[in-house]
């Protein structure tokens, strides 16, 4: 995603969704871990990625999902920009 | 397709409150309740083995079925705690059970052991005429010294039996699906020196995802819509994930029977122990189809549907 604006765009939708599944107002750093730390519960990465879905229209096949890959705000938006860029 | 007669199980006498396990891992007990739903679980007693515990639930599903246990032409045992790597318990629960040289499957599916081994016992049925299914785990072997509070706390002790027989009786298998995915085998699997790896939100999705999506399947192979359902009866993991699996379903959260707070996770052994508590309330529904389903390491999942006769 090479546009600026939308960029900051979606890391603000990002952070909007963690925010959501974390059902608290948290504001991790782009890179600070979000299921290792256990900032957020085991539960929260079913949540995001049903809220990929809704909001953003990305879907996540079964065997795709993988923790590692949504694990910090930069890792959810480097996978957007991969899967929906 | 055969039927299902009864179901029995046995749960050791030591009741593991939240409390005493909050104090070992250093978390609150209301913690493990919100995260798990679980309240309290059992743990054998030092010396009780698999091998007894399936025993006591085999023989408590005898006595319900009013099954004679000279008809029993095999043994399916479930269970990734054994005391031994070799033999499986198999043999020595038979012998237990005084059912001579009747031969014995040993199952190693861990929290999908009470599923498979129930489809497997329905292919051999045929052949073998009655079949006495047993799951049985002692985790707090593996647990007990576990200082982990995500993955020392959700788990207990138990075994679970049922009778399945090509002769009429309760139930009637119609159906069933089963899967295995191996691509993600180290999400969740135990270790010989009994180290228990856990990537939590992992198997939470992987499981809210597929279990609702495989009873969909098997429903809809048959077709039978979720209205259908009087009641599902589902690998006691975790209260949440449960919940999950009813809303997916769009199911009324009470059609999914849960027992998870006073046993909590009892792996393969959990399905069938809440099927035997829920057949001992099990009224006639108007919904003609009940649903076993579980979801464990490996992965393996699955489905059965059954239908009251």
Known sequence: MSNPEADLMRRERIMQIIQKVAGRDISPRPDESLFKSGLVDSFALLDMLALLDSEMGVQTPDDDINPNTFDSGALIKAFLDRTAP | ?309
């Not at chain 2, 396990?21 to 913690?31: D, N």
């Not at chain 2, 861990?110 to 005429?129: E, I, P, R």
């Not at chain 2, 069933?176 to 999705?205: E, F, K």
């Not at chain 2, 006639?284 to 699955?302: E, L, M, N, Q």
């Open chain 2, 1 to 309: 397709m055969a039927f299902i007669t009864g179901f029995g199980k046995y749960l050791p006498e030591r009741i593991v409150t939240n409390k005493e396990l909050a104090h070992r891992l250093s978390c609150e007990a209301a913690w493990i309740e919100r995260m798990s739903g679980i309240q309290e679980r059992r743990y054998a007693a030092d010396g009780e083995t698999v091998c007894e515990m399936a025993a006591r639930a085999a023989v408590d599903c005898i006595e319900r079925s009013a099954v004679d246990r000279a008809q029993i032409g095999l043994v399916i045992v479930a269970t990734s705690t054994a005391e031994c790597r070799f033999p499986g318990p198999g043999a020595a629960i038979v012998e237990r059970l005084g059912l001579g040289a009747t031969p014995a499957i040993d199952l190693c599916v861990a929290s999908a052991g009470s599923l498979f081994s129930l489809v497997l016992a329905d292919s051999c049925a045929a052949t073998f005429g009655t079949v006495l299914v047993i799951a049985a785990e002692k985790m707090s072997s593996v647990v007990a010294a576990n200082t982990d509070k995500k993955t020392a706390f959700p788990f207990g002790d138990g075994a679970g039996a049922c009778i399945v027989t090509r002769n009429t009786a309760a139930l009637r298998m119609i159906g069933s699906r089963l899967y295995s995915n191996g691509r993600l085998a180290t999400d969740l699997c135990l270790q010989h020196d009994n180290t228990l790896q856990m990537n939590g939100p992992s198997v939470i999705a992987q499981a809210a995802r597929k279990v609702p999506k495989v009873i969909t399947e098997v429903l809809e192979q048959h077709s039978y819509g979720t209205g259908d359902v009087a009641a599902v009866v589902v690998h006691q993991a975790n209260l949440n994930l449960i919940v999950r699996i009813a809303d997916a379903l769009q199911l009324p959260r009470q059609r999914l029977f849960s027992n998870i707070a006073r046993y909590g996770n009892t792996s393969s052994a959990s399905m069938l122990i809440a099927a035997a508590e829920w057949f001992e309330c099990a009224s006639k529904s108007p919904a003609p189809i009940v649903v076993f389903a579980a979801f464990g390491a490996g992965f393996y999942w699955g489905a059965v549907l059954a239908r009251f006769v």
